[in-house]
Structure formats: structure tokens, C-alpha cells
């Protein structure tokens, strides 16, 4: 087996807030069948003591490294160590840390913070090696002289003529009748799904909040809300590489096509099964009502249908439908984030001024106008609408959180992650 290698031979990918993977060590090389050991290192990069936890996938198969957890101290490289047998092929090895915190709303749970690779290749075998020796008996056995027969058998051996050509072997008689062409799309299959009045149901405890998103309408909008839930079975890999953004970003952009709005979304994972991970979903929307147009899913709840369409763009493969259920609820608008005051872009801005404008009922700006004006002309416009709209005990930061913060946030983006602490 070859040295272990220096950290320069690994492929940093994330950069992490709380924790480095400085270092993950493996040989450069192993035949196949060869045990191979892996040690990640992950040092606290944070100025307090910080509960990391490391995962190793071989290949986005294998997770060999399964959610090892240590308290660090700051400063302190710990390491986390696991092996794997080598295949008849060259791997990646995919490091990925985690630190526990807990958010805002008092949720806690495990967020991803950095993640590296490290690739290891399939070594030439040359000449014999020694794989494994046995120890065996032998006692005393007469010499043989000359051929013995053992046993035999008889076997009856006829003229076969030679194959000519192609000859039929079996044949089967399938009644083919006339189908009319198929115009549009068709109802395959429909679910009943219950509407009731009442809170959601409560999270089961081994259930663990990984995303938590609130919307920009989620601070301008009052009134009638379907709170929806969708739990899933999936591969056991997909919990380490959720997309949280991207899905948010899916979320938003396909509720506004069916006419709805986005206000909160929770994703909670149960990695408590060892053969599959169980997602649950929850999203509160603005009423759709009816079926989801553009044939995506008709017969089926509009929600449900826009969550599945989110889940195949982030690539999550959904193994089977637990559970759905919708209720009917009501909606107050979210008090500000003081201690977050996000920095919407342009773009953010112009639909949340739309946003604002139809759900007041106030003469619609025009697009090529909104677009002429820069970042602050935008800001002042959505104060004056806060100012004319908003109770006054609530502040227009308390509607519309406009102005504050370092970096762009784009629409649907994970507030609740990125403003979570590790636990001290």
C-alpha cells in the first residue's frame, strides 16, 4: 500500500464558516479487494467550542464515514476515521463536515459547512500476491498407480443435422387491437387528499429541521393559507448534498406560474432507517385551489405537484410517497428580522414591489419603469408603500425587511440557514 498523502492532494470544494477539512487521508493508490483506511481531519475554525460531525461517501455510494460527531475545541483539529474495501475501479472519496446549531426560531439541527475530495486510484497488480492463506489437514494417502476411474456416465449421442438458415423455435399468438392516438395529456391515476381547518400536526422527534426559508410575501401578506406536508422516503446519500437554495429557488418560481406565492418552507430529515432517509416536507402557500395547470400533475394536490417538480430539479430521487396532507390556516405577516436586514437585489425588489402593489389593490407600476430605476429609487418606493399601507406600531423594516446586511438575496433565499449558530 502506498504512504498516506499531505492535504495539498485533496480537492478543497466548500469554504467553511465554522469548520476546515484540512486534510483527507487515504493512499494514492490500492488494488482491488485491499482494505483502505481514510482519516478526514476537520478543525474548528470558530472562536468557541463547536459539535462537528464528519461523513464519507465513497463515489456517492458508499457512505463508509456515517455521521462520527465530536466536540471541538477552537483551534483543535480532530479526526475522524473509517475504511473501505477497494473496488475493481478508481474512486472519489467525498468528505463533508457538519457543525449542530440552532437557528432564530429555536430550531436545532445539523447544517453543512465545508467538503472535500480526494481521489484514489486502482492500482496494477504485478505478478502473484498473497490475498489470504488457510491452514488445511492432511493425513496419510496411498500412492496411486497409474489413471483410476472415479465414476462415468453414460451419454447418448445422435446425428444432428446441420442448421440451414434461421428456424423457428416457439411461437406465440398476441392480439393486437386498434388504439385511438392519445391527444393531450390523460388522468393515469388520482388521491384523495384531506382539507381541514387546525395547526399542523407536530414534528415527530426524529425528525431533525436541515432547511428552514422564508419568503419576501411572507412579510406583506395577511389571510388564508394551505399549510402542506410531504414526507418521502429517498436514497440514504441525498440528506449530505441537499440543495437548499436551489430547492427554495425551484419553489418559488414554480408556485408564482400557478398563480400562488411561497411563504414559508421546512424540510426535516429522519436518517434513523439504514436503507433509505425519510424527508418531510413542509410548505405554506397562498391558496392555489383546482388542479395544477400546464400538465404536469393533473388529478393530484397543486402543491404536491409543485413540490415533486422541485424534488426532480434539484435531482432528489423520491423512492415512495409516504404521506400528504393539506390544511386550510391563517397567516399573519412576519415580524422583521432586525438583526438580519437582508440586502434584496434589483430583481428581488421589482416582484416584491409588484408583490406588494397587487396584494393591496394600489395602480400597477410599470415594468419598463421599475426596471429604469436604480437599487435605492426601488428601496424608497417600497418605504413609501409600507408607510401608506402598514399599521403604524408595525415599521416598514417589520413588512418588508429592505435594507441592511452585507451580499444580495435572491428570491426564496434560506434566511433560517444562513442565520444559524453553533450550539455552545
Known amino acids: 500500500m502506498t504512504p498516506l498523502l499531505s492535504v495539498e492532494a485533496i480537492t478543497d470544494i466548500g469554504v467553511g464558516t465554522y469548520t476546515q477539512i484540512v486534510a483527507v487521508e487515504a493512499p494514492s493508490s490500492a488494488a482491488a479487494g485491499e482494505m483502505v483506511p481514510v482519516t478526514i481531519k476537520i478543525k474548528n475554525i470558530w472562536t468557541a467550542s463547536v459539535h462537528g460531525a464528519a461523513i464519507g461517501v465513497l463515489d456517492s455510494e458508499v457512505r463508509f464515514i456515517d455521521w462520527l460527531k465530536y466536540w471541538i475545541p477552537a483551534g483543535v483539529t480532530h479526526s475522524f476515521s473509517g475504511s473501505f474495501i477497494m473496488p475493481g475501479r478508481d474512486v472519489t472519496i467525498h468528505a463533508y463536515s457538519y457543525y449542530e446549531g440552532t437557528d432564530e426560531y429555536g430550531y436545532t439541527g445539523w447544517y453543512s459547512d ?102 419576501h410575501f411572507a412579510y406583506i401578506y395577511d389571510g388564508d393559507v394551505e399549510v402542506n406536508t410531504a414526507t418521502f422516503k429517498i436514497d440514504p446519500f441525498t440528506p449530505s448534498a441537499w440543495a437548499a437554495k436551489k ?35 413542509e410548505v405554506t402557500g397562498t391558496p392555489l385551489g383546482g388542479e395544477v395547470g400546464r400538465g404536469i400533475a393533473v388529478g393530484i394536490a397543486p402543491w404536491l405537484a409543485i413540490i415533486l417538480v422541485c424534488l426532480a430539479i434539484i435531482a432528489v430521487i423520491v423512492v415512495a410517497t409516504l404521506a400528504f396532507k393539506a390544511i386550510m390556516a391563517e397567516f399573519k405577516k412576519k415580524p422583521g428580522l432586525e438583526d438580519m436586514k437582508p440586502a434584496w437585489g434589483k430583481e428581488a425588489l421589482i416582484l416584491d414591489i409588484q408583490d406588494a402593489e397587487e396584494h393591496w389593490e394600489r395602480p400597477l407600476t410599470p415594468v419598463e419603469t421599475l426596471e429604469g430605476m436604480s437599487e435605492e429609487e426601488l428601496r424608497e418606493l417600497l418605504d413609501q408603500i409600507a408607510e401608506e399601507e402598514v ?16 451580499g444580495v438575496v435572491g428570491i426564496g433565499a434560506a434566511l433560517a440557514l444562513s442565520a444559524a449558530r453553533p450550539r455552545k
Open 114 to 215: 465545508d467538503e472535500a475530495e480526494r481521489d484514489v486510484r486502482l492500482a496494477e497488480v504485478v505478478g502473484w500476491q498473497l490475498l489470504d492463506t488457510r491452514l488445511a489437514g492432511v493425513g496419510t494417502i496411498l500412492p496411486e498407480v497409474g489413471w483410476q476411474l472415479l465414476d462415468s456416465r453414460s451419454i447418448a449421442v445422435g446425428s444432428v443435422p446441420p442448421v440451414v438458415g434461421w428456424q423457428l423455435l416457439d411461437s406465440r399468438s398476441i392480439a393486437v387491437g386498434s388504439i385511438p392516438p392519445v391527444v393531450g395529456w390523460q388522468l393515469l391515476d388520482e388521491k384523495t387528499v384531506n382539507i381541514a381547518a387546525g395547526p399542523p400536526e407536530e414534528i415527530p422527534p426524529e425528525y431533525e429541521l436541515i432547511q428552514h426559508t422564508i419568503s
Open 247 to 281: 430547492f427554495a429557488d425551484a419553489l418559488e418560481s414554480e408556485a408564482r406560474k400557478e398563480g400562488g406565492r411561497v411563504l414559508e418552507t421546512k424540510v426535516y430529515v429522519d436518517t434513523t432507517p439504514l436503507l433509505w432517509t425519510n424527508i418531510r416536507i
Open 391 to 406: 399599521a403604524p406600531e408595525v415599521s416598514p423594516w417589520g413588512v418588508l425587511a429592505l435594507v441592511g446586511g452585507l
